[in-house]
């Protein structure tokens, strides 16, 4: 069973050997006036799309999906970020088998075995945000919101949970909610990348708030270094602000080429011999 793990994701961190588990996550792909599109990602981290969350194995499972940005559900991430337990194997078997379901349009049996697993192992958030994710994609929006809640209520140090409960607050026009819950799952992971552009895809889009928008762009584009069409859509926001466009990183200047029959300013040294030697421990 993939259960959400706090991994690196930079759009991208990745644990040691994981479930090939997916979440949705609502992230806009490109700029305004496009409201959020579906980005699945694995245990914080981008696979493909409509796949159901999940997280990596061992001992740190925090998130595993996707994107978006709540009210009166903050509360329960206020608190420090918890400890996670560890994932057993009897729950990664139950877990893929649900996803499996998921997977395949069974909607049916895996709600009933995500709910089931939830029932089993509390302390994880991932079951219960696939409940969420089924939820939402068959329109049941209230119920999405509330199984969500519950999700980060069991486990508030999940971002994936916070992003996916900040979707659907935005499907439901909770605007300032969804702001909310996005920044909820940014301080439980400040790497997660798809809550900052949902972050800024609320702010923007349905808060007025291009300020925000613009610090939110800007830090997702920092740690997914996307251009297109992010790039624009930064630069656009800064006109609105008033603000210059922002400096390109000038290129590193070249070095001179040398004159043929001359040697370089500096000639690489050699390693020392030290450092020849094999690896202790290694066999030959």
Known sequence: ???????????????????????LLG????????PEQPLARVPIQAPPPAAPASAPTG????????????????????AAVPVHPEVPPAAQADFARAVGYMRAGNATEAELDFKQIALEYPQFAAPLVNVGILYRKAGRLEESEQVLKSAVAHESGSAVAWSELGVTQRMRGEFKDAAASYEQAIAADPQFAPAWRNLAVVSDLYLGDPQRALTALARYQELTHEEKPIGSWIAELRQRLGMPPAKRPEAAPQAPT???????????????????????????
Do not use: D, Y
């Not at 991994?7 to 090939?20: D, F, I, Q």
């Open 258 to 284: 040398p004159q043929p029959g001359t040697a370089p300013a500096t000639a690489p040294e050699a390693a020392p011999a030290s450092s020849a030697r094999a690896p202790s421990g290694a066999g030959v």
């Open 1 to 23: 069973m993939s259960l959400p793990g706090s991994s690196k994701h930079a759009v991208t961190r990745a644990a040691s050997p994981a479930l090939a588990v997916l979440a």
């Open 27 to 34: 992230a806009c792909h490109s700029a305004p006036p496009q």
């Open 59 to 78: 001992t740190n499972p925090a998130a595993a999906a996707g994107a978006a940005t709540g009210g009166a559900a903050t509360t329960a991430a206020t």
